[in-house]
């Protein structure tokens, strides 16, 4: 009868640890799927920053193409200015020189 007791009392605390441990392995699987979901997150956020990182860096080359172009077209227009005042100048000259004369 001891025996039996025992034998009952054994199987009720392999119970209890076998409850316990499934309790503490539901509970780790539990933390690394919320872990997964966080790192999936993390991983999400990280890839729409890269993108819209990349998306901006497209931006200011755009941009700065843009501001070569007007840069360059400025310094043509600007020549084409100096030059059109020179001649301007002398026209003037010469129309003063036609006036004197005249």
């Known amino acids: 009868e001891d025996a039996v007791r025992e ?28 872990t997964k979901r966080q790192t999936d997150d993390v991983a999400n956020i990280n890839k729409e920053e890269h993108e819209v990182r990349m998306d901006l860096e497209n931006q200011i080359k755009a941009l700065r193409d843009q501001i070569k172009t007007h840069t360059t077209e400025v310094d043509r227009i600007r020549e084409e200015r100096d030059d059109l005042l020179d001649k301007n100048a002398t026209l003037g000259s010469q129309v003063e020189e036609h006036d004197a004369v005249a």
């Open 7 to 34: 034998v009952a009392t054994i199987r009720a605390e392999s119970d209890k640890e076998r409850k316990a441990n499934q309790l503490t392995i539901l509970r780790l699987e539990e933390e690394v799927n919320s």
